[in-house]
Structure formats: C-alpha cells, structure tokens
C-alpha cells in the first residue's frame, strides 16, 4: 500500500508539476518604466493584494532586468508600526541551493515623535520618512543603502514624502542581485519565490517627570494625548488605549511587580509583530 501511494506521488509531480505552483501568484509583467518616488502612478489606484490583519497593501511585479514591490497602508496604527518599530522585507529564493535575501528598515530617531504628536508622523522639513535601509543576503548590494542611491543596476528604493494619511514604500531589485550574473531568465521564471514582510513588534515607556500622571485618549494617528483626567474614572478611554501593561482590557494590573517602576512612567502602545507571506513566480510576459 505505501509503495502504491509513493507510486502515484511520483506520477503526480511528473505528469501535474504546475500543481506544486498551485498557491503561487504569477507577477504582473511591466512594460513601462516604474519610476521609485513612494507614488501610486505606475501601481494604479492600489496595489493587487491586502492583508486585512497588518492592514497593507502590496504588490510584486517584474520587467526583463528586475524586480519591483511596494507597501502601502492607510492605516494609522500600521503606519506608526512601521516606521516606529520597522520592518523587514525576506525574499526566499526556492532554488537549488536556496538562497534567502533580506531588506530591514532602519528607524529614524525622531519617527517615534509619531507616538506623541497628533499632527506630524515626521519633521517636515524631511523628504522621505525612511531614508536608509539594511541589506543581507544579495550578491552586490552593500549592507546599507541609501534612498538618494539611483544607480541603474542596483537596488533602490523610495518612500512617499512627510503625510500623516498614508504611507508607501517602493523598491526597485536587480535579478543578479538575487540570482548572480549568470541567471537565466527561462530558468529563474520557473523559481518560486516566497515574499515575507514582517512588521516588528514594538513597546516603549517614557517617564513623565514633569507632569502628574494622567489618563490618555487616542486620537485619529493613533498618538497618546493627555487629557487631564483621573486615569481611573474614564473606563471607555482606558478600554480604548489598551495599552498598560498586564491585560488587553486597559486597566492597570496591580499584581505585577511595580516596585521598580517610577510611578509617574507611562507606557505606551504596544505593537504586536505580523508577518505577511505569499509565494510567486516571475512573469514570463513580454
């Protein structure tokens, strides 16, 4: 019976291989020039897929020579989790031998001002919200790249300007940089690819010396505002922070160890990591 069931295992893979490529999506070949500079202009009005937990779009889509993806959310609590805890774009190349690249924002100091501020995610007097990135696993690319990089046959990539609606991320990737330079493009169309985007958890707590403690409101960027009230005596502010330690329900837990906490210390959202995978294939179309 199981050399039956390896029998008609075999017959499959060699007679149906396309059902291995069942769950991968097939990219979208572009035929014009994708130009990085964090618009929607060459993407259409949203990009093809939605994860509805992290709240993000994106989209992979290739021409002959590389590579292209974008990011984009709406959503406030996500655009604070990016660009506050970071994130990580993995590709796993599922070739023989494997190979897995990955790109890793790199925070700036002040994007964690988006925490305190209702009216600004960033300084304004800054063009891009993201402006270096970390690199590992490619065969060319240097471990950090800049955004003001535009060289033709390297990795490059662009962020949309100062705005507190939305936030998108383009990045342009060479094929030699994920496959060497001697790939062929007949061989590396048949590769599936796993894309994995994570978006980093995130926790901070800052100590308040100056002012008493009070309760906090969250406002439409998902940034804490002091409202001058008794932190206990407004249950649907508190239920709607969530965000002291101890339980998902807001309240303050007294059975945590608090002795080494400065009392006037707040603690702030705590962001939990989600991680987006989908399988694809490079587009053949030309």
């Not at 295992?9 to 991968?24: G, V």
């Not at 994106?58 to 990016?82: G, P």
Request: net charge positive.
């Amino acid at each position: 019976m199981i050399a039956l069931f390896r029998i008609i295992s075999i017959l499959i893979i060699i007679l149906f291989p396309t059902l291995l490529k069942a769950e991968a999506i097939e990219c979208h070949y572009q035929s014009s020039p994708i130009y990085l500079d964090g618009k929607m202009t060459e993407w259409g009005i949203n990009p093809r897929f939605l994860n509805s937990e992290a709240k993000l779009l994106y989209e992979v889509r290739n021409d002959s020579n590389q590579l292209f993806l974008i990011l984009k959310t709406n959503e406030n609590a996500t655009i604070n989790q990016m660009l506050c805890a970071g994130f990580q774009i993995k590709f796993n190349i599922k070739s023989t031998p494997p190979k897995i690249c990955s790109i890793s924002s790199q925070i700036k100091k002040n994007n964690a001002y988006s925490l305190y501020n209702s009216d600004k995610l960033s300084h304004k007097g800054e063009n891009q919200l993201i402006d270096t990135i970390l690199t590992n696993g490619f065969y060319f690319a240097p471990k950090i790249l800049d955004s003001k990089n535009r060289a033709q046959e390297s990795i490059c990539f662009a962020t949309n300007s100062y705005s507190n609606e939305e936030f998108i991320f383009e990045i342009k990737i060479p094929f030699k940089e994920l496959f060497g330079n001697d790939y062929s493009f007949n061989i590396i169309r048949k590769t599936i690819i796993q894309l994995r985007i994570t978006l980093n958890d995130y926790y901070q707590s800052s100590s308040l010396l100056d002012q008493p403690l009070r309760s906090m409101s969250i406002n439409r960027n998902s940034a804490l505002r002091t409202n001058g009230m008794n932190p206990l005596s407004h249950n649907q502010t508190m239920n709607e922070m969530g965000q002291y330690r101890g339980n998902n329900s807001g309240e303050i837990d007294d059975n945590n160890d608090n002795s080494h906490r400065n009392p006037n210390r707040v603690e702030h959202r705590n962001f939990i990591k989600k991680i987006i995978s989908k399988d694809f294939v490079i587009s053949s179309i030309r």
